[in-house]
Nanobody, 126 residues
Framework: QVQLVESGGGLVQAGDSLRLSCAAS????????MGWFRQAPGKEREFVAA????????YYADSMKGRFTISRDNAKNTVYLQMNSLKPEDTAVYYC???????????????????WGQGTQVTVSS
């Protein structure tokens, strides 16, 4: 339904900032809630943040609150994840995803998403 391509990952030091971007193709971007997930080696994929179709509502995992900010620009078909005060435990592959749901709870779960990007690697050194 929608193709997603992440970019902006890289190698940074603890305390640094990084902004990830997710570009979506298609003419229905504004009909999707968008989310960011991450997966570290040996761990399950976990929820990071989500944003509603209009951008009016945002949701964050507890460990990301106060440090990460999700935003979107529907005119550019792009969603962003601003990451500040990065820690070594933030090291993971970060995935962008699109959801057709209109339910707040569902956009915080992996099963609530229809399309996924290929991911971008974020590595934070100590």
């Amino acid at each position: 339904q929608v193709q997603l391509v992440e970019s902006g990952g890289g190698l940074v030091q603890a305390g640094d900032s990084l902004r990830l971007s997710c570009a979506a193709s298609g003419r229905t971007f504004s009909t999707y809630a968008m989310g960011w997930f991450r997966q570290a080696p040996g761990k399950e994929r976990e929820f990071v943040a989500a944003i509603s179709r209009s951008g009016g509502s945002t949701y964050y995992a507890d460990s990301m609150k106060g440090r990460f900010t999700i935003s979107r620009d529907n005119a550019k078909n792009t969603v962003y994840l601003q990451m500040n005060s990065l820690k070594p435990e933030d090291t993971a592959v970060y995935y962008c995803a699109a959801s057709s749901t209109r339910l707040r709870i569902v956009v915080q779960t992996i099963s609530g998403y229809d399309s996924w990007g290929q991911g971008t690697q974020v590595t934070v050194s100590s």
